[in-house]
């Protein structure tokens, strides 16, 4: 049995947009509308099974009815493009699902739709609308089910006519009537002023339609009376506007939208590009694309355990190997178990795997040792950095990095997220490999398999590796990327190791006294908190939080997510005015926060072994170059709460009397900036060591440094660093509270001022279209598919990309350059001093008392000098008995 299911495109991503929490890929694109679409429709499918589907969008600002009225949905702001550019990303999503979409030219979504639901009546055929319009109630009937959402996009109320006429007291046909006389301010349909929802049902209980209620005028009483006298074509009008049209010349278009299912490997793919991995895990499609259409081989080589040979043979035939793959199961380096270790000899005969049961056997142990820790011994693999540190634990040390496969992905493309073996060999027409979920299984059914399989497993890794070698090192060339490989990302992934091995020190007590003090903050809280509510209720819990502050305390609904009331922090921000309870709320999240996430979260990272905290740093996450912190992540501790900064205390010296010194560059994207433009306003702050924020805030306000407010200031601050990031007028109005005119007016002022900058957005865009590309001072390449795209969402998405990669991407290499060249100073100088940290523009140091006064003068001096630009590079150095003091 047939059953059609329409869906209203822009409807439901406009408001998953609005409903969904920011949320972004490594790549920068925004996906929250794609994320809360496609919860959506998953479960749509679950639940309702059609048999065919559509989703429909609008084609165009202008349709036929614009011709009577051209002011129709005029009043609407302009779509953020935070928004806009998901669209055809989420078009390509839909595609992957095997789902047809339409859009016409002249027409809505609403009447394509209404439209087809009129063909599924003649038909007698079953169909759901799913919208968050309430126009599409007046599609409703006994066949045709009107889904709208509600608590954001998750969920939907269903409406039949009974329904309709349960809620309403009206027949579907009548919501036409209910629009002509209330109107629509979402799509600037007038109406009558002054008639709402609840006045307009009257008069259609009354009367039946708007032509009824404007022939007996007569029968309203005064100001109603002449308002409705006065407005009778506004009426007419209205109601013709808010009227679906259902003779869409679609001709016979019901067999395009039959649906048979989605192909997991292409859903797979697209998930992977927007990294929606918790979509990808339920719906347990393939982790990696498998062969993915790599030509396939017979194995040309000799899979020999290491226990065959003996050690002379061994050690002989490690000597001349050409690649080694290194088996660490587990996401965490520092707690990843070793299982095997895969070697390629010379022209891949022979690949001999070394089992973890024979890595502990002295006789096979000591050769591979020797070789492992022989730094004139070169070992190319792959994403050797984890192998180092699973090595370490194990008391084996790794040198001898000659090239990381991983690495090299990387570089030679930043934004693909999935850069596992089995997915790098089909873009090089290799043979193809197992994805390691076919062999070890997912989740609970993880098993390491027989050890015949697992060798051949490991084999056909490093034989993948030798082969993908010599091909990256040709494309690391061609793309002017060997100097940026060999003398930066490399050496780093074993300063990074090194860092980490190390490790920090964490006092745990001063957590747990911090700890304490949160707690008792937190009780405090919670009990002004129950006394402005006059009840006690679970503070934690969105429900009953919605429940207090906006049906007890009555305080006006910003938005609605899928659960109910929204009460995230963005809410909690712009009810602060209206009670005093906002403000204990907001604190009370703070405190809890830190005491579940920092606190009780960091005590559980101390290593009983070291009684430090050793964290990871992914080289190969970013596409900007940026290195992110993991297990646990130390670059997110908060320092604007000063209970946030105290949580710094706890990270001390891991020697008696040894000091914690601090660096952190200033403004380092914005002195990038200013080189890379060439602004002379720019460059002069910089030279003349200004404020840059007052000096940006004197330019655009035409004022004195003495005449900068705070406000000014803070207004400043977040459009100089809004402009590094590509911000637009939708995100600097959020950020600074502002209208999105404001914003926009404020965004063009500067760039009326600075218009070194504003040239120099140009030109790397114009650039950028030229080459299909840009990059870092230090030649890192970003490849922008899209700067072309006809697609102005797509296009403008590229272009941003384009102006900002540049300045971000620079200063990461900038602060990898510092990393690099201050390991070769400790190393060099001979100095017992330790690097332990980076976070974003900051090196944290431990250092022993009789080399603080060099490392004071040497670690700015080094951060200082990392790359020549036209305008000084400034590092400002602090320290003290921890991480706190050294502020």
Known sequence: M?????????????????????????????????????TMLLKLLEEEKPTHILVAFDAGKVTFRHEGYTEYKGGREKTPSELSEQFPVLKELIQSFGIAQFELPGYEADDIIGTLTKLADEKEVEAIVVSGDKDMLQLASERVTIALTRKGVSEVDRYQPNEIMEKYGITPQQIIDLKGLMGDTSDNIPGIPGVGEKTALKMLHEFGTVEEVLANTDSLKGKMKEKVEAH???????????????????????????????????????????????????????????????????????????????GDELAAFLAQSESVYFEAIGENPHQAKLIGIAVAGAGGEKIVVITYDELMDPAVAEPVRRWLEDGDAPKRGYDLHKAELALAWIGISLKGTAFDVLLAAYLLDPTESNQTLASLVPRYQLPGLAPDETVYGKGAKFLVPAAEILAGHLAAKAEAIRRLIPLQQADLETGGMHKLYYELE???????????????????????????????????????????????????????????????????????????YSTDAEVLE????????????????????LQSTYVEGLLKEIRRDTGKIHTYYRQTIAATGRLSSQFPNLQNIPIRLEEGRRIRKAFVPSEPGWTILAADYSQIELRVLAHISGDERLKEAFIQDMDIHTKTAMDVFGVSA???????????????????????????SNNLNISRKEASQFIEQYFEVFQGVRAYMDNIVAQARQDGYVTTLLERRRYLADIKASNFNLRSFAERTAMNTPIQGTAADVIKLAMVRMDEQLRERGLRSRMLLQVHDELVFEVPPEELELMKTLVPEVMENALALDVPLKADVSFGDNWYEAK
Do not use: C
């Open 706 to 732: 003495d005449q900068v407010d705070s406000n000014m200031r803070r207004q400043a601050k977040a459009v100089n660093f809004g402009i590094v990031y590509g911000i637009s007028d939708f995100g600097l």
């Open 2 to 38: 047939e059953k059609w299911m329409l869906i209203d495109g822009n409807s439901i991503a406009y408001r998953a947009f609005f409903a969904m929490p920011p949320l972004t890929n490594s790549a920068g694109l925004h996906t929250n509308a794609i994320y809360g679409f496609t």
């Open 490 to 564: 490399q050496p780093l992934a074993i300063v990074l190791a090194g860092m980490e091995k190390q490790g920090i020190k964490v006092n745990a007590h001063t957590l747990e006294d911090l700890g304490s003090e949160l707690a008792q903050g937190i009780a405090r809280y919670e009990s002004d908190i129950y006394a402005h509510a006059g009840m006690e209720f679970n503070i934690g819990s969105p429900k009953q939080l919605g429940d207090v502050l906006f049906d007890k305390l009555d305080l006006p609904v910003i938005k609605k997510t899928k659960t109910g």
């Open 574 to 593: 712009k009810l602060e005015p209206y009670h005093e309870i906002v403000k204990l709320i907001l604190h009370y999240r703070q405190l809890s926060k």
């Open 232 to 310: 009778q074509e506004d009426a007419r009008m209205s109601k013709k506007l808010a009227t679906i049209y259902r003779e869409v010349p679609l001709e016979d278009k019901v067999n395009e939208i039959a649906y048979s299912g989605y192909d997991e490997s292409q859903l797979a793919a697209m998930f992977r590009k927007l990294e929606f991995k918790s979509l990808i895990e339920r719906l347990e499609l393939p982790e990696a694309g498998g062969v993915g259409g790599a030509a396939t081989e017979e194995a040309k080589y000799e899979v020999v355990p290491a226990r065959n040979l003996s």
